[in-house]
């Protein structure tokens, strides 16, 4: 071999592996159909739309291609009725699931659920006679509820008390349909000051309290990392009260592998207690357009890759 040559062969050998991994990060779109997930990652409407466009129909299809096996939507009870038949029906064809909405409307500013009032009572149980109806016609199971900001004139365990109390007789129009309300804790620092749910240890006394299979915790991994971390102690000790869980890395509310938080042992975690629900991609991109949604697929293949 000439030696001109034999250096060429050798420069090749050697940019191998760094063509591979170019190869893959240019292919990852158009391979990702081919691959399957680990766990069931549910995206939300507006994550792929540069790819997709806007119809959402066409977007769940994208979603789809490319190894999703779910969707969550928390504006679903705000769509009309003719497209939340559309979405459900796109959903059956090609198997995938619904995951949560928003099952009654939510007041920032003020006390509502804590406060034991019959006004702010009659109007959730109303909100959750609808979601019912909703939950139907796109063949949902979890519906997402927050309590509300704190009664800062009330004791907190009065207020635990008049929450519980309402969440059971919500669970008496669920329980019949097998629906199941999520409570959600959220953060005080970053997004939502003055909640009165925001750890997951008060969401599983209260849901502990209620006692229903209508009544569970949706573990935000986002909300809980930034109030309380200890991820993985707080999934081992509530798990019997989780239903659902959402993604987020921390700082930033973008895709894993983003910020802070080791999402490759927290879903190999997840994976050998052979979770099976949805995790939802309540999140960010961290970058705008096409390239920013090639970027979340990239991602989560990278963080859904862990050893089994």
Not at 109 to 126: A, Y
Not at 213 to 230: A, M, R, T, V, W
Request: aromatic share 10%; proline share 4%; net charge positive.
């Amino acid at each position: 071999m000439k030696r001109r040559d034999f250096v060429k062969t050798g420069a090749l050998i050697t940019s191998l592996p760094f063509l591979n991994n170019l190869l893959f990060s240019k292919n990852i779109i158009q391979n990702s159909s081919k691959l399957n997930f680990n766990l069931n990652y549910a995206p939300h409407f507006g994550m792929f739309k540069h790819h997709a466009g806007d119809d959402l129909i066409d977007q769940i299809q994208f979603m789809y291609d490319y190894g999703f096996k779910a969707i969550e939507d928390n504006g679903m009870k705000s769509r009309s009725k003719s497209m939340q038949e559309k979405i459900s029906k796109k959903l059956q064809t090609l198997g995938m699931s619904m995951g949560v909405f928003i099952g009654s409307s939510i007041d920032w500013e003020k006390p509502t659920l804590t406060t034991g009032i019959k006004e702010f009572q009659n109007k959730f149980l109303n909100d959750l006679k609808d979601s019912i109806e909703v939950a139907k016609r796109v063949n949902a199971t979890w519906m997402t509820i927050v309590p509300g900001v704190i009664d800062l004139k009330q004791e907190i365990d009065y207020q635990t008390v008049n929450l519980i109390e309402i969440l059971k007789k919500g669970c008496e129009l669920l329980e019949p349909h097998g629906l199941i309300m999520v409570l959600e804790p959220l953060n005080w620092w970053t997004n939502h000051p003055g909640q009165f749910l925001k750890k997951i240890p008060q969401a599983y006394k209260i849901c502990k309290s209620v006692n229903s299979p209508s009544c569970k915790i949706l573990f935000d991994i986002y909300h809980q990392q930034i109030s309380e971390g200890n991820i993985i102690p707080n999934f081992e000790k509530s798990w019997s009260e989780i239903a659902y869980i959402q993604i987020g890395d921390n700082p930033g509310r973008n895709e894993p592998t983003t910020g802070e938080i080791n999402y490759k042992n927290i879903f190999k975690y997840l994976h050998n207690k052979e979770y099976k629900g949805i995790l939802g991609m309540e999140h960010g991109n961290s970058i705008k357009g096409k390239k920013g949604e090639k970027k979340i697929i990239e991602a989560y293949r990278e963080v859904d890759n862990f050893a089994i």
